[in-house]
């Protein structure tokens, strides 16, 4: 995963419109991907997985999808809401892991009206 | 349907003093347990992971410990809090055994060292 960094990367979108947010990640390994949306105070919530047999998942407004070849992982959020403000996180896990996940440095998502 | 509790949401402590944090599961049976600490404006680091009762793996050298006395209870303790212990304490748990699942998030306690 991204070396966790100092400043987090910021997304200004305009309300209604699509956010894409990305995320590189460097472990050849990884093998099971999570985008985690992180309001203030509060901890991570779970918003979508996908595993490394897959390139693209969909949810409710929400799509991930997984380009293995350049180690890319991007979250798609369908028709911004004020409430999709928050901070999004990916995270990875090697094959079979169960000692935790490694976070990308996160993404704030900031909703223009 | 599951869920995970932490306590306290806040706590101030003085430097030198003992610490512990306590984290539960309801819900569930046998779920690997997970202590993450989260510096401002940062992702999550690892702490401790468990996969059973008694068993704690460390992923970081430190000045915490982690203990797991019942199945569904996770620990984060101190002798002598520091400066740089304070932060945002998370845990979290996923569904046991060694397959890929998403982990769940408690939400947190914030510590500060005073």
């Known amino acids: 995963g991204e070396s966790v960094g100092l400043h987090l990367p910021t997304l200004s979108v305009q309300e209604g419109d699509n956010s894409i947010i990305n995320c590189a990640y460097s472990?050849?390994?990884?093998?099971?991907f999570i985008w985690y949306k992180q309001e203030s105070g509060k901890g991570p919530q779970f918003i979508i997985d996908?595993?490394?047999?897959?390139d693209k998942r969909q949810g409710q407004r929400v799509t991930v999808l997984l380009n293995k070849t350049v180690k890319h992982l991007s979250l798609q959020i369908a028709a911004t809401q004020p409430g999709d403000s928050a901070v999004y996180f990916c995270?990875?896990?090697?094959?079979?892991?169960?000692?935790?996940?490694?976070f990308g440095k996160g993404t704030h998502l900031i909703i223009q009206p | 349907s599951q869920t995970i509790h932490q306590w306290p949401a806040t706590l101030v402590q003085p430097v030198g003093s003992p610490l512990s944090l306590e984290c539960t599961v309801e819900?569930?049976?046998?779920?690997?347990l997970y202590w993450y600490r989260q510096a401002a404006g940062r992702g999550l680091q690892l702490l401790f992971y468990?996969?059973?009762?008694?068993?704690i793996s460390s992923e970081v050298p430190q000045n915490l410990s982690a203990s797991r006395p019942q199945d569904r209870q996770f620990i984060l303790s101190s002798k002598k809090l520091l400066l740089s212990d304070s932060g945002f304490y998370l845990c979290?748990?996923?569904?046991?055994?060694?397959?890929?699942?998403?982990?769940?998030f408690g939400d947190g306690t914030r510590l500060s060292i005073l």
């Open positions: 996908i595993r490394s047999n897959m």
């Open positions: 468990s996969v059973g009762i008694g068993q």
């Open positions: 995270a990875e896990e090697a094959r079979g892991g169960a000692d935790g996940l490694t």
């Open positions: 979290a748990w996923s569904v046991g055994g060694p397959s890929n699942q998403p982990q769940h």
């Open positions: 472990n050849s390994a990884s093998d099971y």
């Open positions: 819900g569930t049976s046998n779920p690997n």
